[in-house]
Structures are given as C-alpha cells and as structure tokens.
C-alpha cells in the first residue's frame, strides 16, 4: 500500500531555511506527481506546489516563489521542500501529498505532516 | 487566485440527521471541485472528486453536487465518526485553493 512518511519537526529562526523530506513507498515514485499542502495551528489548507518526479519540473503557488523549492531524489523515492527566508507566518504542517490514480490534481494520499516552528 | 468560501463556519447537527455543506468559487471552476474530510491530529482525507464522484472507499452516505461556482456536499445520515472539519478544494486553475473549512459538530 501507500504510503508517505516525512521527516521530523523543526524549529527555525527567523529568517532560517528549512528542508522537509517525504519518502514515498508502495507506487512507482515517478508515476506520480507529489504536491505540498501546509496547514498554520488552527487554520485551513493552503497549496503550495508540486513537482513532477519523472522529470524534476515544478510548479509553485505565486505566493511561495523565491522562497521554495521542491525537488526530488528518484534513487531513494524521495521529495524534498525546502523553504526560504522564514517567517513568523510559516509556522505550519507541512504536508506531502499524492493525487489519486487518473486525477492528478486532486490528492489522495498524504504523509503525516511536518511540523515546522519559527521562532526567535 | 479563485477564491472558495464555505458555509456556515459551523453547522451542529444531530447524529442521523442529514447534513448540507456548502462551497460557493469567485469564478467558475466548472466541475473540477473535490472535498475532503479532516479529524484533529490527522492528514485530510479525500471524499469527492469532479464535484460529485467518491474517492475509493468513500461510503455512499457521501454525496456532492454543483457545477460552475455552487457546490454541495451532503452527507446522508451522520455517524459519529463524520463529525470532523470539511473543506472544498477547486483545481480549475493554479492555484489550487481550498475553502477556509465548515466544522461539523454534534448537537
């Protein structure tokens, strides 16, 4: 079965960059897109992008550009997202996330969420 | 960027009763709507695709409609473990948004 598994919580200072690791196991890791979903305490979902695994393309939600960047070890079956110049503001869940099978764009299996932390 | 509203915030319903969420898009996002349910501590989990087709699993007390920029979701008769926050997401253009969520709670 599925199955996505991401790497530990962080704590961050401001202005600190911080690299969240999913490891993707039971599907072909190219065959699939994975996304990044984040989630600030108590608030709603917030998409953040997604990278194509088979070819190493992106695409970043504008309000994340410059700041992220997802990339991809296929050796290992694993994404990364690392996130730049932190703020306040990215306290959050940081999810990876695999669309269903023929619907790309809508997701359907999720690792356990990161849980990332900044502050001073 | 299409922004999704969701009504109410929160809806208390009685356990068997039937349950009506709502999801209104700024702009057509034509059938490309898909819901999802999240209980405390846990990922979000997928419910309905294409407005109105159940994910894999999905029991058939789930239900969505809508096309355009009006949505639905309707769970049938509530069971205990439906009592969970419930977002709508459209995927017709970049970025994909979602809805800020309807929390479902016993009455």
């Known amino acids: 079965q599925v199955h996505l598994v991401q790497s530990g919580a962080e704590v961050k200072k401001p202005g600190a960059s911080v690299k969240v690791s999913c490891k993707a196991s039971?599907?072909?890791?190219?065959?699939?897109?994975m996304h990044w979903v984040r989630q600030a305490p108590g608030q709603g979902l917030e998409w953040m992008g997604w990278i194509n695994p088979n070819s190493g393309g992106t695409n970043y939600a504008q309000k994340f550009q410059g700041r992220v960047t997802m990339t991809r070890d296929t050796s290992i079956s694993t994404a990364y997202m690392e996130l730049s110049r932190l703020i306040s503001d990215d306290t959050a869940l940081y999810y990876c996330?695999?669309?269903?099978?023929?619907?790309?764009?809508?997701?359907?299996?999720w690792g356990q969420g990161t849980l990332v932390t900044v502050s001073s | 960027e299409i922004v999704m509203t969701q009504s109410p915030a929160t809806l208390s319903v009685s356990p068997g009763e039937r349950a009506t969420l709502s999801c209104r898009a700024s702009q057509s996002v034509s059938s490309n709507v898909a819901w999802y349910q999240q209980k405390p501590g846990q990922a979000p989990r997928l419910l309905i695709y294409?407005?109105?087709t159940r994910a894999t699993g999905i029991p058939a007390r789930f239900s969505g409609s809508g096309s355009g920029t009006e949505f639905t979701l309707t769970i049938s008769s509530l069971q205990s473990e439906d009592f969970a926050v419930y977002y709508c997401?459209?995927?017709?253009?970049?970025?994909?948004?979602f809805g800020q969520g309807t929390k479902l709670e016993i009455k």
């Open positions: 039971g599907y072909t890791f190219n065959g699939y897109y």
């Open positions: 294409g407005a109105s």
């Open positions: 997401q459209q995927y017709n253009n970049w970025p994909y948004t």
């Open positions: 996330a695999r669309p269903a099978t023929g619907q790309w764009q809508v997701l359907d299996y």
